[in-house]
């Protein structure tokens, strides 16, 4: 089965880019910007990797962030995630970055955007990797600071498909950004948000209501709502499910208890994707592989991962088709 799921064709819709800053890069990093870290080397930090919930890994993934300053950094960064990508057969991929976390100290919006799109090019070049990138705001931080960050994506509308929402979702419900969403929508900006991932089911039903979203980032909280689950399925709602990441982070005690492949049989369009992998353990292929080792998954399901993701997708209905069929030639090349 893991050779099946490793040589599957893969579409990652969840992912922030500064979640996959791996120790090692950070200690790299570290050192050429001459900044220190607190912990004796990759090892030491990557056994302080014990999260209790959200809220507890937010505080180190911001600071490990901090080790990100040049372009050059944003470009070293995205480039070691492109070649995760590639070793687990990632063929497009739509990362999140939160600018955010870098203007707030100083670091130009233009910096981490360069980097980044630089990173992204050279990916479909050389990787032949395609990507689209999302900008999310902290929903932490004030409407206010929401609308700046937006006038500055604005500047960068080539590069950048759509807005998303993430940070503490305790507390900052999705109607607090109904406005600066209502204002991306009105420039062209496609829509996501997380929702329901520690916070209620009534935050999926206020993302889709009140930010317009295409797609729910983890929303595994709609099982606590009959019709909303209801209303997932007849919609065809994609969920950016990260499984990994629950259980890191609790929102189920074991993959045994995680709630995706029930979702898949309900008829809920979900997809597996890795949301912070060098915090959680894990890129795309260790999310798929630890799903299937825990619940019992045909190869046409685990395909379907792929198939969901593909429609979910901010691509063309060309280039979906020609994903589509690299996924149905690669099941029947094996079955
Ligand atoms: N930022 C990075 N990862 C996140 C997550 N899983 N939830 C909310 N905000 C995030
Ligand atoms: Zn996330």
Known sequence: MNAFIQGLPKVELHLHIEGSLEPELL????????????????????????????????DIYYQGANALQTEQDFY????????RCQHDNVIHTEIFFDPQTHTDRGIAFDTVIKGIV??????QQKLEISSQLIMCFLRHLSEEAAIETLKQAILYKDDIVGVGLDSSEQGHPPEKFARVFEMAREHGFLTVAHAGEEGPAQNIIDAISMLGVSRVDHGVRCVDNEALVAQLIESRMPLTVCPLSNIKLRVFDEMQDHNIVELLRKG??????????????????DNFVAVSQAHLLTHEELAQFTLNAIDAS???????????????????SVV
């Open 268 to 285: 809920v369009a979900v997809t597996i994707n890795s949301d912070d992998p060098a915090y959680f353990g894990g890129y795309m292929t």
């Open 76 to 83: 070293d960064l995205t480039w070691a995630y492109l070649e």
């Open 314 to 332: 901010f691509i063309g209905d060309t280039q979906k088709q020609a994903y589509r069929k690299k996924v149905t030639d690669y099941l029947n």
């Open 27 to 58: 200690f790299n990093l570290a050192k050429r910007n001459q900044i220190d870290i607190p912990y004796d080397s990759p090892e030491a930090l990557r056994k302080a990797y014990e999260f209790d919930d959200l809220q507890s890994f937010l």
């Open 118 to 123: 630089s990173a992204l090019k050279d990916g």
